[in-house]
């Protein structure tokens, strides 16, 4: 029998008023700090240009990171406390923790470094800051009483008024927006993405749109969530996080992850065209690095080193290469999504960076 077709746009145009639009807007700021010759030498262990640069993250509420290529990633100290959600934390007052020391922060600035043999007071100095704006929009197909449950997708986004940093936004997003126009253009995109799995959805029933719904509805959730973390920046790179959480009904929803790496004068960086994904050596390494992962958590392999892939999903950190493995790629679902990095000393031979926007990475 012919499947009957119904103008989806006429049925989510309806809806449109329906929805719930938060408010939220939070800032932001990324700032680069200078350090004196002799502090980076101490801090770093070197007096290279590249590392008298200190690159870190703030909100309101404190420090969510710091680092460069020598310091590696700096946390807050409780972000290893497994108790802890994955959301990025903020420190205020307390303890960033580098790969070889430690910086103090106080009334979230940096104020010191402590190591092994000294205690340290720095006086950074500002040269460059960039403020991005977070918004999050959420669109909501309408509860009918006769419903048991309803359907809800959240969209966080950043935008930003400098207007070099929203071209590097636009970019990402491929859509042209700003700070005034971003929650109209991403409660389209929320509704969008809604009004795509139930067109999917109803592809395999012989009904109308409106009663696979109402179908779906009655027996299911649908909740979605998307939303992006500025992970990583320097002087010459922005890296994004990206989150994406799907819940359809059944046990549990799918999560899963994937950076993507921007030039701030070219835009998106093609890995693709740079990194062999089928190099036995790569895929060597991540194996050890899986292994390593699986002894400290007393655990068997869930694949062999046949099935084992090298992941295309990559972020970039201060010292390295992540590479992500989604629930059930590497590991069972209750393991959650696993990170596996590469430190750019091994990265700078299994790719080809040369005259490309990631070559400053691996500058000596």
């Not at 010191?112 to 999050?136: F, H, R, V, W």
């Not at 065209?273 to 390494?285: P, Q, V």
Request: net charge negative; hydrophobic share 35%.
């Amino acid at each position: 029998m012919k499947q009957r077709s119904v103008n989806f746009s006429r049925l989510f145009g309806i809806l449109i008023l329906c929805f719930g639009l938060n408010s939220m807007a939070l800032d932001f700021t990324y700032q680069t700090f200078l350090l004196s010759p002799s502090q980076a030498k101490i801090l770093n262990k070197t007096s290279a240009k590249e590392d008298s640069l200190l690159f870190v993250a703030n909100s309101k509420d404190g420090i969510l990171y710091a680092g460069n290529r020598n310091l590696g990633r700096c946390i807050p100290l409780f972000e290893n406390d497994p108790t802890k959600t994955q959301e990025p934390t903020a420190l205020k007052d307390g303890t960033l923790q580098c790969k070889n020391l430690a910086l103090k922060v106080e009334d979230g600035a940096i104020t010191g470094a402590l190591t092994t043999t000294q205690n340290l007071k720095l006086n950074l100095k500002l040269i460059d800051s960039m403020i991005l704006q977070q918004q999050e929009v959420t669109y909501q197909y309408p509860k009918d009483p006769k419903q048991s449950t309803n359907a809800l997708t959240s969209i966080q986004f950043y935008c930003s008024k400098d207007s070099k940093a929203q071209e590097i936004l636009q970019q990402m997003y491929k859509k042209s927006f700003d700070c005034k126009s971003a929650k109209s253009v991403f409660l389209n995109n929320a509704q969008d993405s809604m009004q795509n799995f139930f067109k999917e959805f109803s592809q395999t029933e012989n009904k109308s749109e409106e009663k696979v719904i109402e179908k779906f509805l009655n027996t299911s959730s649908f909740e979605e969530q998307k939303g992006d973390f500025l992970y990583y920046f320097d002087n010459n790179l922005i890296v994004f996080l990206k989150n994406n959480y799907l819940y359809t009904g059944g046990a549990h929803g799918i999560s899963s992850q994937w950076g993507v790496i921007l030039s701030k004068e070219n835009g998106i960086i093609p890995l693709n065209t740079m990194i062999d994904f089928n190099n036995a050596e790569l895929k060597s390494l991540l194996w050890q690095e899986y292994q390593n992962y699986l002894k400290s958590v007393e655990s068997e392999a869930f694949v062999d080193f046949e099935s084992f892939k090298v992941s295309e999903a990559i972020l970039l950190d201060y010292d390295s290469f992540i590479f992500i493995y989604q629930p059930y790629e590497i590991m069972p679902y209750a393991n959650g999504i696993i990170k596996l990095k590469i430190p750019l000393e091994q990265m700078v031979k299994l790719g080809n960076f040369e005259k490309t926007p990631l070559e400053s990475l691996f500058v000596p």
